[in-house]
């Protein structure tokens, strides 16, 4: 670490490896770590750990924890410069995981909303690891002392616990972790289903129309955009609440072309749907297509991403085991000779 980066506050978050990426993690996430980037030092991560909290073919978890880093690079994360890791190569997220879980109330951890959705989704496999995975994401969190956690509106909550465990921890022994903040932008934080557009984006849903995936071609998008659910009226007005349909379309249009809602509207109002997703479909291709090129070229090196994985593995270890070994020393674990 060099005396630049020791000043700068740091940064920790990650995506999990177990489906192809959204534009829902684009604008929830990687967009922001993109404009985070050179003011902190960064830790991003593929989180495969968290992923097999739901079944996971193993052929496909070891391609997509790789797409998943190229995805990082190819929408704009420097690679020189923040640090890119996959979770299992720190042995120490599981450890200190451990530790946290003697630490947080079952109470506690089954008032996660994201718990009770997925154990509804998933509920032929409702596991021990998908109730204590927001401990893990804690441990993710606290091993690296973050100070910000850049993440999607559905993440708040788990950041909430994170908070609650270190300050906990701090109090019982004495401050040794960093309590997070999350970083959740203004918009973008929760992108909807482009069928459904009262239920988050997500990955898994069964209709692939109601996902943008940052690999799709351009016609796809098109089509995809095109077919959106909209709300009954003409009016292109930002508001969730009576406009869920239209405020999405709205919200993608910002994300890919930077312009404010009421610049939106102003341009749009008033000239019907069809314009309008239009030049939402043409933003968006924009967006996408030069992330999928760049996606496809990283991923034609292997190598190249498996040397860039293991100089991440080992900066990620360094900063993680410093962590570790003031927890297991504060609770008593006795240090191997
Ligand atoms: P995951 O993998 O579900 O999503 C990764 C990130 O993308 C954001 N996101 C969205 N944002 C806006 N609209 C959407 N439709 C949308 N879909 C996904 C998520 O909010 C998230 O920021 N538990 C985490 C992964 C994780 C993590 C961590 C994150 C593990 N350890 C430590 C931060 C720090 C998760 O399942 O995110």
């Known amino acids: 670490m060099n005396t630049e980066n020791q000043s700068k506050k740091i940064i920790l978050s990650g995506i999990q490896a177990s ?64 640090t890119l890791f996959i979770q299992s190569h720190v042995q120490e997220h599981a450890q200190l995981a451990w530790v946290l879980n003697c630490f947080t109330g079952f109470g506690e ?43 999607g509106d559905d993440q708040k909550q788990h950041i909430e616990l994170t908070r609650n465990l270190a300050e906990r921890f701090n109090h019982l022994y004495s401050p040794t972790f960093i309590i997070p903040e999350p970083f959740i932008a203004k918009e973008g934080a929760r992108i909807m289903s482009l069928q459904e557009p009262k239920k988050k984006m997500s990955k898994s849903d069964p209709n692939q129309n109601s996902c943008i995936f940052l690999h799709d071609s351009d016609a796809v998008i098109r089509n995809k955009i095109k077919r959106a659910v909209t709300d009954s009226g003409t009016d292109i007005i930002y508001d969730i609440e009576t406009r869920p349909g239209i405020s999405n379309l709205m919200s993608l249009h910002h994300i890919a072309t930077g312009k404010s809602m009421q610049a939106i509207s102003d341009e749009f109002n008033g000239r019907g749907y069809a314009p309008f997703k239009e030049a939402v479909a043409e933003s968006v291709a924009e967006l996408i297509s030069p992330i999928r090129s760049r996606f496809e070229e990283l991923r034609s090196h292997p190598d190249e991403l498996s040397a860039l994985l293991k100089t991440g593995a080992d900066k990620a270890k360094r900063q993680a085991f410093k962590t570790l070994r003031k927890v297991y020393k504060k609770i008593g674990f006795v240090e191997p000779s």
């Open 19 to 82: 489906g192809d990426l959204t534009i829902g993690h684009y604008a929830g996430a990687m967009k922001n770590w993109v404009q985070l980037q050179d003011d902190y030092e960064c830790f991003f991560m593929v989180a495969d750990m968290h992923a097999i909290t739901t079944k996971q073919i193993p052929a496909d978890l070891r391609r997509r924890s790789i797409d998943v880093v190229a995805m990082y690079a190819a929408c704009g994360i420097n690679t020189e410069q923040s």
């Open 109 to 151: 951890a089954q008032r996660m909303t994201q718990f009770k959705d997925k154990s509804q989704q998933h509920s032929e496999n409702v596991n021990v690891g998908l109730f204590s995975y927001p401990v893990l994401m804690a441990a993710d969190i606290l091993l690296y002392q973050a100070d910000l956690v850049p993440v």
